[in-house]
C-alpha cells in the first residue's frame, strides 16, 4: 500500500495500516473465507476434481497451501488454535477433519450434528483440541482426538437459535433467541467447560405484528473495552425529526459473570444509516458509510447520566480516514519494457460498500482494484496520538494542581 497522501497529514485520527495482506478476490472459481480466531483468509479453487488451499493471515510464519480432494462447496474452513487440525463443513449436517501435524493427512474424519432436522449454523475452535458446533437447536461441544481421528462429546446445550456471535480472544459465545431475536444468551468456554451466563433482554423500539426477526446479526457487536466485556447494540430509526429524518445509537450493554448485563452506555449518533464498528484501543470507532466520517466515543468519559446511564456525543469532530492512493494494473493487456503489467496509481475508496468488518479493528476489502482481496488493519495516526497525549498531560495537570490544593488544604486543618 502505498503512503498516505501528504497533503492529508494532521487532518486525519484514524488510518488504515500500510501493511495490508493480500489475495485473489472472490470470483466464479475462487471462494474466500475469514477465520477470527486465527485471522486468517482462505482461498478456495477447484480445480480437476481438486481443492487449492490457501490460507494466509498478518504472520507470514503461519501461511499454508495444500490441495485436497474436492467433495462439494465449502461453506466455512478454519484451523485449530495451533494449526494441527483442519476444519471444513460442507454441509448443514456435518464438519470434516483433517490432521495437519506433518502435512496434510490423506484420510479425513467427520462429525455429524445431533438430530434429524438439526442444522449447523457455524463452528469456532475453542482451544486446540476443542470445538463447538453452533446448530438451530443449540451448542454441541466436542473434543477432536486426531491420533484416533475421532471426537468426543463434552457438553450440549438445547436452544432455538437464530444467529450467534464468538469473541474467539476470551471464548466468549453469545445466541440470539426467540421470534423477536433479542433475547440473548452469553456463553464462557474456559478448561473444557461451557459456562452458561444469565441471559438478558435486548431492549426493542419496536415490536411489529405479527413477530418477526428483529435483531439481526450485523448489528450486534462484542467487544473488550477498557478489560470489560461489552455487547454492542445498534440501534435504528431512534429519533425521527419533522422531516421524517431519523438517527440512529449504539447501546452498550456490560457482560456479568452471575447476572445479567446491564445497560452501562449509549452512543448518540447525529445520522441514520448504515454503521460499521471498530474498537482501537478502547475506543470506539463508528464508520458512516454515506457520510464517508468515522464518530470516535470514549466511555470512560462522563456524559449525560440519566437512569444510571451514560449517554456519549463523539469526544472529538467526526472526521473521514486518512485518504492514500494505490496502484492497480492499468488494463489486463498493458505491460511495460520488462515485461510486468504496467499499473496506474488512483486514490482508494475508503467507506466502500464492498468493506467486511471484524473485531476488534479489521476491514477487509473483498474487490481491492477487482484484483485483489484486503486485509487492512485501523490504526491511530499521528495526529490522533497527539492529540491523546495532549489530553493526558492536561489531566495530570488538572490532577497535580487538585493534589496540590488538597495538601494545602488538608495541612491548614492540623496547624
Not at 213 to 241: F, G, K, S, T
Amino acid at each position: 500500500m502505498a503512503a498516505p497522501m501528504e497533503e492529508s497529514q494532521g487532518k486525519y485520527y484514524v488510518q488504515l495500516s500500510k501493511k495490508p495482506v493480500k489475495f485473489d478476490s472472490v470470483s466464479r472459481f475462487n471462494n474466500v473465507f475469514f477465520d477470527e480466531t486465527n485471522k486468517q483468509v482462505f482461498c478456495v479453487q477447484i480445480k480437476n476434481n481438486q481443492m487449492h488451499v490457501i490460507a494466509k493471515g498478518p504472520d507470514e510464519k503461519k501461511k499454508n497451501e495444500f490441495h485436497m480432494d474436492s467433495k462439494g462447496d465449502v461453506l466455512s474452513i478454519k484451523f485449530s488454535k495451533d494449526y494441527n487440525v483442519l476444519g471444513v463443513q460442507r454441509s448443514p449436517k456435518s464438519v470434516e477433519f483433517i490432521n495437519f501435524h506433518e502435512g496434510c493427512d490423506v484420510l479425513e474424519y467427520s462429525q455429524s450434528c445431533k438430530g434429524k432436522t438439526t442444522r449447523i449454523l457455524g463452528f469456532c475452535w475453542v482451544d486446540q483440541s476443542e470445538i463447538i458446533f453452533i446448530t438451530d437447536h443449540g451448542l454441541e461441544y466436542y473434543q477432536v482426538i486426531p491420533d484416533k481421528r475421532t471426537l468426543k462429546s463434552i457438553k450440549t446445550h438445547a436452544a432455538n437459535v437464530n444467529w450467534f456471535v464468538w469473541l474467539p480472544a476470551y471464548s466468549m459465545l453469545l445466541l440470539s433467541s426467540g421470534p423477536l431475536g433479542n433475547t440473548i444468551y452469553p456463553f464462557l468456554f474456559k478448561q473444557s467447560s461451557m459456562i452458561k451466563i444469565p441471559k438478558f433482554e435486548v431492549e426493542l423500539l419496536h415490536i411489529p405484528k405479527p413477530m418477526k426477526l428483529c435483531l439481526p446479526e450485523r448489528d450486534v457487536i462484542m467487544a473488550n473495552i477498557y478489560h470489560q466485556l461489552y455487547v454492542l447494540i445498534i440501534r435504528h430509526n431512534v429519533n425521527r425529526d419533522e422531516s421524517g429524518t431519523s438517527s440512529a445509537e449504539i447501546v452498550l450493554y456490560l457482560l456479568h459473570k452471575d447476572m445479567a448485563a446491564k445497560k452501562t452506555d449509549v452512543l448518540k449518533l447525529d445520522i441514520g444509516g448504515r454503521f460499521a464498528v471498530n474498537i482501537i484501543d478502547n475506543i470506539v470507532a463508528v464508520h458512516h458509510q454515506v457520510k464517508k466520517v468515522s464518530y470516535l466515543f470514549d466511555i470512560k468519559l462522563r456524559g449525560r447520566i440519566e437512569n444510571g446511564v451514560n449517554y456519549h456525543l463523539p469526544f472529538i469532530t467526526p472526521r473521514p480516514l486518512n485518504p492514500f492512493k494505490i496502484n492497480i494494473p492499468a488494463t489486463s493487456v498493458s505491460v511495460n519494457i520488462s515485461g510486468q503489467p504496467q499499473e496506474v496509481e488512483v486514490n482508494y475508496e475508503l467507506y466502500s460498500s464492498n468493506w467486511i468488518i471484524f473485531q476488534p479493528n479489521i476491514v477487509i476489502d473483498a474487490r481491492l482494484g477487482m484484483h485483489k482481496f484486503t486485509i487492512y488493519y485501523i490504526v491511530k495516526s499521528k495526529l490522533f496520538k497527539h492529540f491523546i497525549n495532549t489530553c493526558m498531560m492536561l489531566l495530570f495537570y488538572c490532577m497535580g494542581i487538585f493534589f496540590v490544593d488538597f495538601f494545602q488544604v488538608t495541612c491548614g486543618l492540623f496547624t
